[in-house]
């Protein structure tokens, strides 16, 4: 099994492509890049939560109703909203869409952005926040008799489970986040552990972590990864394309598409993501920290670079690692969408098909030895 997620953006922007300020909402352009990852063979596309962005359950709703059968990934941000309001306007979608809504649960790595909706908790209790808000969802979206509940964070009495999720049991639930506190959280509830591009080492390691965290709370979790494919016809023109895009980045002021520079992050994924920057430029068989490197690594800023067969090679791979799902996004967003859907989205699924037929055969050879 591989699935593959893309990133919708309402608007135009990328760590090379500085947003127009004026437009924060471009509705032909979001429909476009809907509709270009449903072409393109994409299983779902992330919608991301920021402060100053628009609300993304709105635009999930826009997004259903352009698309038939691409799936939404709302990233959602527990304090903000109360867990039982949230269990239905999740809900409401599941339903409005048919069942294609999934949940990405990001507890809150920048306390600037935090603050600025008023959210003042430190990493430690935001991760205990997190831990009740997903217990009240799941009860909410499982149960079929009303819910009360009592926590640090959240008291509610005979909460009404009465707006059904289509997906049985409930919705999916990915979750963000590489600490020892996320490692916790997400042992006990998360469906799909997500990572940023890492080495294959550090892929290792995580999993191995979060795995054995899994398996003291009785689940098995799957694992997503997130890479900037730059993809070109040689290998040669691939890592030029990366050297225009770090020249670029230097350019404009070495300023992520979140944000300027800060120094060191407070979050865990990004000083992962830097430790391996430190390691070198090119890392693995084509993993780029370049642009990790200039920006701060404010989200996943490492890329794979060569031909599509190249990158193909690499992802598959992390598939034996153990990540059977894909974030992938480009430097130039809707254009490399389109790319991926063309050359690198089919040949990854062949791939792993052949790989998976494979085992499979050795597996019929062993039981009849």
Not at 283 to 293: E, F, I, P, R
Request: proline share 4%; charged share 25%; net charge neutral.
């Amino acid at each position: 099994m591989v699935e593959f997620i893309g990133m919708l953006q309402p608007r135009v922007q990328s760590e090379i492509h500085p947003p127009d300020r004026s437009i924060v909402l471009d509705r032909g352009y979001l429909r476009d890049f809907a509709r270009a990852h449903e072409a393109g063979g994409f299983d779902r596309v992330l919608i991301g939560y920021y402060s100053d962005a628009p609300d993304g359950l709105l635009i999930g709703g826009y997004v259903a109703e352009q698309t038939e059968h691409l799936g939404l990934l709302i990233a959602h941000r527990p304090g903000f909203v109360a867990p039982t309001l949230a269990a239905r306007a999740f809900a409401t979608l599941d339903q409005l869409s048919r069942g294609r809504v999934a949940i990405h649960v990001i507890s809150g790595g920048d306390d600037t952005d935090q603050q600025r909706d008023g959210d003042y908790l430190d990493k430690e209790a935001r991760y205990t926040r997190t831990d009740e808000y997903i217990d009240i969802l799941r009860a909410l979206w499982e149960g079929n008799t009303p819910v009360s509940y009592q926590g640090t964070h959240y008291r509610f009495a005979q909460a009404s489970p009465a707006v059904r999720t289509v997906q049985r049991p409930r919705i999916p639930i990915y979750f963000g986040g590489a600490s020892a506190a996320a490692i916790r959280v997400a042992a006990r509830h998360a469906d799909v552990f997500a990572l940023w591009g890492e080495t294959y080492a550090q892929v290792a390691e995580i999993i191995g972590k979060v795995r054995s965290a899994a398996a003291e709370e009785g689940r098995r979790i799957r694992f997503s990864l997130s890479l900037r494919p730059i993809l070109a016809d040689t290998e040669e023109a691939a890592w030029t394309r990366a050297e225009h895009i770090r020249e670029t980045i230097l350019r404009i002021g070495g300023q992520a598409w979140l944000g300027p520079n800060k120094g060191r992050p407070a979050n865990e994924g990004s000083r992962r993501l830097l430790a391996a920057a430190a390691l070198g430029d090119r890392l693995d068989k084509c993993l780029w920290t370049g642009a990790a490197a200039l920006t701060g690594a404010r989200g996943n800023t490492t890329a794979l670079v060569g031909t599509p067969a190249q990158v193909a090679d690499a992802l598959l791979d992390y598939w034996r690692l153990g990540i059977s799902t894909f974030l992938i996004r480009g430097f130039e967003p809707l254009e490399d969408a389109i790319d991926y859907g063309n050359r690198l989205i089919p040949l990854v699924r062949t791939l792993i098909a052949e790989e998976e037929a494979k085992v499979q055969e050795e597996e019929r050879t062993r039981r009849t030895a």
